[in-house]
């Protein structure tokens, strides 16, 4: 049977998993893009359609957390989006294939960027939020 390019890295990427004494994930946005919800940048992320927030944002609290928060409940800038985004998502096969990994002992970590929770709705333990939730 002839292997396809695709088929040789996934085939090569078992090797080194099985080879390996301590494997970490580190996991971003594109994980997650498959369940629904939208990243930042790239054709339809929420940056490239609503503009990026500038860095005063911490600023703009301090000078007035009321008229902040407010902003943030109406979902100015796309915010409402990936709320609805986050509140409609259900674990990918993604992240139950690293789920499956840790149960087997392949996996010792997920270090992940992403706020949604679906590495621990997927039944994943050994979770790092570099952002948190």
């Not at 099985?18 to 997650?32: E, P, Y």
């Not at 629904?36 to 927030?53: A, Q, S, V």
Request: no cysteine.
């Amino acid at each position: 049977m002839n292997e396809t390019g695709l088929d040789q890295a996934i085939g090569e990427a078992a090797r080194l998993i099985a080879g390996s004494r301590h494997v970490v994930a580190l996991v971003g946005a594109g994980l997650s893009a498959e369940s629904g919800i939208p990243t930042f940048r790239g054709p339809d992320g929420l940056w490239t359609k609503h503009g990026e927030p500038d860095l005063r944002d911490y600023d703009r609290f301090v000078e007035d957390p009321k008229r902040w928060w407010e902003q943030r409940i109406s979902g100015a800038g796309g915010l409402g989006e990936l709320v609805e985004a986050l509140n409609r998502a259900v674990p990918n096969d993604g992240h139950f294939a690293l789920r499956n990994l840790e149960e087997m002992g392949h996996l010792q970590h997920i270090i992940t960027q992403n706020i949604d929770n679906l590495h621990e709705v997927a039944g994943s333990v050994n979770i790092t939020e570099i952002h948190g939730n």
